[in-house]
């Protein structure tokens, strides 16, 4: 039934329902204005099908554990450790397996809530309406409501299906969760031209709206997925899962890895077995301990605790991660598309300027806080000087007067109850002296005619101090200039309206008349003649600190782009207080409808407004940038946002103003919906991805250097230096120390100074392989000289394997403190000192060992023997030297100018 776009089977004449008149759309639904017979209604619901929305369905628990070992190196370690334990081996399967499960619980922990989007959205909609049922009014549960019923709202109710007005008297409703239009939208039955954007279908009411004021009564035209909400439901269940730039990464190495060392094992069990002369079975456990160096099963895990840690910093700078590999998503973020209102604005309307028949007057403070001043224009005085309140106290009297809502204050906090325009008018009074009840009670209110679409304006009668009765209005500046009739100069109010509108400020019209004789009753025909008391902009006013927040955005290349269901004036007004781009380029729906996809991904990337923007729009919009190759953040908190929330690479949603659908279709929700806090988390996210980026340094060359090292054991033909089961406790051990203690590194200084890095840079760039090969070699050496000057000096074997595995422990330990800082050199006091994370880490690393070394039921696992003090001694000094050789790397690489940005 939807006919928000032209339907061809219509016996009208392709128009969408705000377009036809009340009468044709009744006689189209088959209609009449006493509502639907019973009958008629029971028949419509089995055609149409129930007023709601599809659940969708939840992932089971079991489903989420086991999708955990959906990894190709997990995969691997468990064929190997079937293979051990087949073998005869249980102690190296066991160990194995272990492995394998805690990293899969730590998985299944950290995963997220299941998709709820849709059933966010089903929230909206109200339990009940009232209804016209065969001439009666009644109350129907709203799954029951079907195309053809008579809806009748008030105040306060939530409008429970996509309706065609029929009658309005002065009907305001707020409309955030689908257009971002900060001010409830005045409604009335007219129709409407085709080509109106959602924000201007003023004939239309639409589901999961909120009534703001005003009674009306509509004719239901669609329910269910047909409606504004349900084609977004629509959208967004057909956007798919994105897979962040880390996973990506993660996977694609992983399938290298795991095919590499598959087929490095099968070679290298082929020349054992043919040219060692190994039996089939010694091989086999000799390339299940080759394979358990090589293989940094502890990887998964750290990353996940790393992402983890992100998460708690980003919680306590008011951002919280529904969806875990956000956070490091979040460092390669390159665009951030955010709303205006509540986001870069403060939510709250304020008088910025007054226009009177004598002057220009500009007003400070912002919010509904009664702070602030009231001076000189600047344009009309560039001398800024004071003004009395007084000049203009008939304009704000009318401001005060001709309103219905009030102002409140807790804990220094002031918000208002009723419309928001009309909450600035009072803080503008207050501003000037007036407080509003003493002035309520010295001109109190006789009667009113309450604002409505068809004239817009709203009109109040009062008996003043001296006894005459005043009318006062406000409304649409040309409906009350036409009410002034020749007592207004419309050339000035056109030029002053004009450069109000430039700098982004709605506008509203304020008259008043004396009346001649004392009546009660205020009737139309009386509101003539009117004197005009002039114009007042009003703005939703730029958060401070949103602006500082884009200018951190610019300096770290990242580009802001402003998507907004307002007015192209209002937004590339705040955008160009926000300093959003240099020359703010805008765009309106209508302009971005008339291009292809293909055009509008050569042109977004110039676009810093996009204005009057649908769903549609929004979603278009982050997928055109996103073929542009670009990491998208988009912020959003209606219903309207939820589809593109999803497609983005961070979808946003706002905690405060947020809708239960863009929460649960978002990765990370703002507890202050706040801009700043969206790039206080692009930081930390950028710092979780150096962190991981020193994790993977760390891990892999200690997993190449035991790989290395079994690998030509066997083509050399000598002992395995190490056990399986020796790999495996190093692994477990030191991961989840050592490697694990990198996450929690502080920012580096330069972090928001640099360029996003590519949304294709490898995980492993040049720089990091060669790190990797390198240490990888110093490792190996170490190992070998230490396993063979044991074997030289009489030794046994498992003593030697002892040593060579606390060589490799302290290697590992010596090494942290080198990969701490990669481009830096670590020999400084702070890098000696450490953090407490690392320095608790070194300490449990220590214990361990030496409960690897000495305790008997060790010696029994892992059948390792007890070390001289001297053999320590020794091994600690090796470890001092491949400090100082890594040390003497990072100097010859930076005078030689061969650091690679490990951020590209």
């Known amino acids: 039934m939807n006919r928000s776009v032209a339907n061809p089977s219509s016996p009208v004449a392709e128009a969408p329902w705000y377009a036809l008149d009340g009468r044709q759309v009744l006689d189209e639904l088959g209609a009449a204005p006493e509502g639907l017979s019973h009958e008629q209604a029971a028949a419509r619901l089995r055609q149409y099908g129930p007023n709601s929305l599809p659940e969708t369905a939840r992932v089971h628990p079991l489903r989420r554990f086991l999708m955990q070992f959906h990894n190709p190196l997990i995969y691997f370690l468990i064929a190997a450790g079937l293979a051990a334990f087949l073998l005869g081996h249980p102690v190296d399967a066991s160990v194995i397996m272990l492995v394998v499960v805690v990293n ?69 409703i707020e409309e955030a969760a689908l257009t971002g239009e900060s001010v409830a939208a005045e409604k009335g039955e007219g129709a409407v031209p085709v080509d109106a954007p959602l924000g201007d279908r003023a004939s239309m009411a ?86 358990a160096g090589a293989i940094p099963e502890g990887l998964p895990a750290v990353i996940t605790i790393t992402l983890a840690i992100g998460v708690r910093r980003m919680a306590a700078r008011k951002a919280v991660i529904r969806k875990l590999p956000a956070v490091e998503t979040l460092g390669a ?34 919010g509904y806080a009664p702070q602030g001043m009231i001076a000189a224009d600047p344009l009309d005085d560039p001398a800024g000087g004071q003004v009395d ?104 109010w056109d030029r002053l309206a004009a450069r109000a509108a430039a700098q982004g400020e709605r506008l509203l019209g304020f008259a008043m008349l004396t009346l001649p004789t004392a009546r009660d009753r205020l009737r139309f025909e009386d509101l003539q003649g009117l004197t005009m008391l002039g114009l007042m902009g009003f703005i939703d006013p730029p958060r401070e600190e949103a ?54 991904m050569e042109v977004v990337g110039g676009v810093s407004v996009f204005a009057r923007a649908s769903p549609e729009h929004k979603l278009r919009i982050v997928r055109a940038l996103q073929a542009r190759g670009a990491i998208v953040a988009m912020t959003g908190d209606g219903v309207n946002d939820a589809p593109s929330l999803k497609q983005a690479d ?27 806090s969206i790039v206080a988390a692009v930081n930390e996210g950028r710092t979780v991805y150096d962190n991981l980026r020193k994790v993977i340094a760390w891990t892999l060359p200690t997993n190449g250097g035991e790989a290395m090292l079994m690998v030509l054991a066997i083509l050399a033909g000598f002992t395995l230096p190490m056990t399986a089961t020796q790999i495996l406790w190093i692994n477990l051990v030191t991961t989840i120390t050592l490697g694990l203690v990198l996450a929690f590194e502080p920012p580096e200084t330069e972090v928001m100074q640099r360029p996003p890095r590519r949304a294709d840079a490898s995980l492993l760039s040049p720089f990091l392989l060669w790190r990797i090969v390198f240490v990888s070699l110093l ?126």
């Not at 019923?149 to 305001?172: C, F, N, S, T």
């Open 389 to 492: 309140g007084g000049d203009a106290a008939a304009i704000i009297r009318c401001g005060m007067l001709c309103n219905d809502a009030n102002l409140r204050e807790e804990s220094g906090v002031w918000s208002v109850a009723g419309d928001p325009m009309e909450g600035a008018l009072l803080a503008l009074g207050m501003k000037a002296g007036m407080a509003p009840a003493r002035v309520a009670a010295e001109w109190p209110r006789l009667d009113e005619i309450p604002f409505d679409a068809d004239y817009r304006y709203m009109a109040t009668l009062h008996r003043g101090p001296g006894g005459d009765h005043v009318v006062f209005v406000k409304g649409a500046p040309e409906a009350v200039l036409a009410l002034a009739g020749g007592q207004a100069d419309p050339s000035r």
């Open 206 to 291: 639409f589901s999961g709206t909120l009534v703001a004021k005003g009674q009306a009564t509509g004719l239901v035209v669609d329910t269910g997925s047909a409606t504004e909400i349900g084609r977004i439901s629509g959208m967004l269940q057909a956007v798919p899962v994105l897979v962040t730039p880390l996973i990506r990464q993660i996977n694609r190495f992983s399938h290298q890895l795991t095919f590499t060392i598959l087929g490095a094992s099968v070679l290298l069990f082929i020349f054992a077995v043919l040219v060692r002369g190994f039996a089939w079975d010694d091989a086999l456990i000799s390339i299940v301990a080759v394979a």
């Open 333 to 366: 973020t390159s665009v951030i598309c955010t709303d205006k209102t509540g986001t870069l604005t403060r939510n709250e309307m304020t008088v910025r300027h007054v226009f009177t028949a004598s002057s220009a007057l500009e007003v400070s403070g912002s």
């Open 104 to 172: 899969a619980i730590v998985g299944f922990v950290q995963e997220g809530r299941a998709e709820e989007s849709l059933n966010g959205m089903r929230a909206l909609l109200s339990p009940h309406a009232v209804v016209l049922r065969g001439g009666e009014r009644t109350s129907v549960d709203v799954a029951d409501l079907v195309p053809g019923d008579i809806v009748l709202l008030e105040p306060g109710d939530r409008v429970p299906a996509d309706l065609r007005l029929l009658k309005a008297r002065g009907l305001a």
């Open 779 to 904: 490792f190996t050496g170490l190992m070998l000289l230490v396993f063979f000057g044991a074997l030289a000096r009489g030794e046994d074997v498992e003593t030697a394997r002892t040593l060579v595995v606390n060589m490799l422990v302290v290697g590992e330990i010596f090494y942290l403190f080198n990969v701490r800082y990669l481009h830096m050199r670590s020999l400084t006091l702070r890098g000696a000192l450490g953090t407490p994370s690392v320095l608790l880490s070194v300490g449990a690393v220590v214990l361990a060992q030496f409960a690897f070394t000495y305790l008997p039921v060790m010696h029994e696992v892992f059948d390792t023997r007890s070390v001289s003090l001297f053999d320590g001694v020794i091994i600690v000094l090796l470890g001092v030297l491949l400090f100082a050789v890594l040390e003497a790397e990072k100097w010859i690489m930076k005078r030689l100018d061969w650091f690679e940005d490990l951020h590209s």
């Open 650 to 676: 961070v979808g946003t949603a706002m905690g405060l103003t947020g809708t239960e659908a863009a929460r649960e279709a978002s990765q990370m929700v703002l507890l202050d919906d706040n801009f700043a």
């Open 547 to 600: 602006r500082r927040a884009i200018a951190e955005c610019r300096s770290a290349g990242i580009a802001v782009k402003m998507i907004t269901g307002d007015h192209v004036e209002t937004a590339r007004a705040i955008a160009r207080q926000l300093d959003l781009a240099d020359d703010p380029v805008a765009m309106s729906g209508a302009e971005l409808e008339r291009l292809s996809d293909a055009e509008l």
